[in-house]
């Protein structure tokens, strides 16, 4: 493994996408021995539970648990400090839940790790605007007036004053991220599909190699990988790509 293959592999999250734990545990098994971070979403944490992150972490991955905390700040501290405690690497909460909330959010990090030595602190993130976001449902339905960037970096820049370390957005938003809030505030990117593939729900989408050239620090990449014929082979594919950026 080459330097720049197990850097690239690591900024690659793999989003075990799937309704309970027999499938996730059988993509894992064809990935075995990439480098690559994992991301549990909701419908899998909810059907798989804390014993799945538990063992994931036994195996030495990286683990993103991806649900998106959004409630009163109190409740928002609470779930910090269960997640934390089990070991993740990194979770996000909504930047529309506002700066006590993001706050609350690390203040229950920071407890969990206090109250358990050797744990780390994990990587918090903002969901800014999600990637099936289009400018008219912004507009429209969600009723927040302008551009969809300038919401995004409205929201990163409240994320970084809150004291957390990134935020989710799109690969097109990312330089406009950097501007404003610095190139080491960390940029977590779905929507990214290869040259014509399917972009299913997404609404901005990039490829692997324009979204590294874009500054994203992460790529979150499901159905392309999960849903190939060889799981392990788009894998490496898309970490090439990401290399040859």
């Known amino acids: 493994m080459t330097a720049s293959y197990e850097q690239m592999a690591g900024r690659l999250m793999v989003a075990l996408d799937y ?3 027999g499938q996730a545990k059988e993509l894992v098994r064809k990935l075995e021995g990439i480098p690559c971070y994992l991301k549990v979403g909701m419908q899998l944490f909810y059907t798989a539970g804390p014993e799945f992150i538990k063992e994931l ?10 649900v998106k905390m959004h409630d009163i700040p109190n409740t928002v501290k609470g779930g910090a400090h269960s997640v934390t405690r089990l070991g993740v690497d990194m979770f ?14 690390k203040a229950g990090a920071e407890a969990a790790v206090a109250d358990t030595p050797g744990l780390a602190m994990p ?51 990312v330089p406009a991220i950097a501007a404003a ?23 901005r989408v990039l490829t692997p190699g324009e979204a590294i050239r874009s500054g994203s620090h992460y790529l979150v990449i499901g159905r392309p990988i999960t849903g190939a014929a060889d799981p392990r082979q788009a894998a490496e594919q898309m970490i090439e790509e990401m290399i040859q950026a």
Do not use: W
């Open 57 to 66: 972490k036994s195996k030495g991955y990286r683990v993103f648990l991806d």
């Open 19 to 21: 309704p309970d734990a």
């Open 123 to 173: 990587v918090i993130i903002a969901v800014t605007q999600l990637t099936s976001t289009t400018q008219a449902v912004m507009n429209e339905e969600i009723g927040i007036p302008g551009a969809v960037e300038n919401t995004v970096v409205r929201y990163a820049s409240l994320a970084k004053q809150a004291g957390l370390h990134g935020v989710v957005a799109s690969s097109l938003e």
């Open 92 to 105: 996000n909460v909504h930047a529309a839940g506002g700066a006590a909330m993001m706050e609350a959010a």
């Open 181 to 203: 809030c610095g190139d080491d505030f960390k940029t977590v990117t779905p929507g990214i599909r290869p040259a014509g593939a399917d972009i299913g729900d997404q609404a």
